[in-house]
């Protein structure tokens, strides 16, 4: 299995931009997808999560101005992201838990390669 994130990019404070993340190969189910971030010299954290029902959990900086959603049938998610700050600057991960096959209940965690995103005037 293999997540693609793209989308990232140099945006002004206030701006938007959406980024991809698109998962391939063998995948029966996707249990839950994230956005992760990390920002230069901190530690990577949660930016927002999705349940398969659909639940959502976002961190209390980004809320009310990132939205996560999702295409099932294409195994991808997207995050859109309005008035950035410069705060959110980082490099933004892809995760998903998903189940490979129908034959086994394991469930296999993943990660795409990372997308920058840069706020700057």
């Known amino acids: 299995v293999q997540l693609q994130a793209s989308g990232g990019g140099l945006v002004q404070p206030g701006g938007s931009l959406r980024l991809s993340c698109s998962a391939s190969?063998?995948?029966?189910?996707?249990?839950?997808m994230r956005w992760f971030r990390q920002a230069p010299g901190k530690e990577r954290e949660l930016v927002v999560a999705?349940?398969?029902?659909?639940?959502?959990n976002y961190a209390d900086s980004v809320k009310g101005r990132f939205t996560i959603s999702r295409d099932v049938a294409k195994n991808t998610m997207y995050l859109q992201m309005n008035s950035l700050k410069p705060e959110d600057t980082a490099v933004y991960y892809c995760n998903m838990w998903l189940r490979t096959t129908s034959q086994s209940m394991e469930i296999t965690i993943h990660w795409g390669q990372g997308t920058l995103v840069t706020v700057s005037s």
């Open positions: 190969g063998s995948i029966f189910s996707i249990n839950a």
């Open positions: 999705i349940t398969s029902g659909g639940s959502t």
